[in-house]
């Protein structure tokens, strides 16, 4: 009976520590092997008490045209296939109801939808940041996202559906890269 009940209780411990492994596996598998796409953002800025201070990103492609052989949910699961326009920047092209065989694809909920086109929620929608750099990286991002700039965005590295968040570019650079001139540049000026 002790080592039946002592056998239960090793897997129960192995079982445990098989999600969150396959849950950082798949990530990481992503960010290696996957496709990278840039998506242009516009800045909000949260707090999670559980995950700390991070960055919400408005995302401008996080828009399809509205499928007309599809009926939609408010929080419904969909695959998005993805394109990339003359600039580089990646946009969902469309919504399909099946993995597509060719081309890059990720998984989204939908918001909302009106007669045309129907608003999503990607699944890189925020970028954390240590709790000190957070105020740093918000004041940057505002001052180099606004619509008429587009000088801040995001990669992105997609493999089967997945798409995990890889960086924050705010003018081309790296975001710490980015605040590290800043600072250098105060200092001197």
Not at 93 to 98: A, L, N, T, Y
Not at 150 to 164: F, L, M, P, Q
Request: proline letters at 5%; one cysteine or more; charged letters at 30%.
């Amino acid at each position: 009976m002790n080592r039946l009940f002592g056998l239960m209780l090793v897997l129960s411990f192995l079982a445990q520590l098989a999600v969150p492994a396959s849950m950082i596996l798949g990530r990481e598998t992503t960010l290696r092997d996957g496709q990278q796409f840039r998506f242009r953002t516009a800045p909000v800025d949260p707090y999670d008490p559980f995950r700390g201070r991070f960055v919400a990103l408005n995302l401008d492609a996080a828009s399809a045209p509205l499928p007309k052989d599809m009926k939609l949910k408010y929080r419904q699961k969909v695959l998005v296939r993805l394109a990339v326009d003359e600039a580089g920047f990646a946009y969902c092209r469309d919504i399909v109801s099946e993995a597509p065989q060719e081309g890059a694809y990720l998984t989204a909920r939908v918001q909302s939808w009106n007669k045309e086109t129907v608003r999503l929620q990607l699944p890189f929608d925020r970028y954390y940041a240590e709790e000190d750099l957070a105020p740093e990286i918000e004041r940057a991002y505002r001052a180099n996202s606004r619509r008429d700039k587009h000088e801040a965005y995001i990669t992105v590295r997609v493999r089967d559906g997945r798409g995990v968040l890889e960086e924050l570019y705010i003018a081309d650079l790296p975001v710490a890269e980015y605040l590290r001139q800043q600072a250098v540049a105060k200092q001197q000026g």
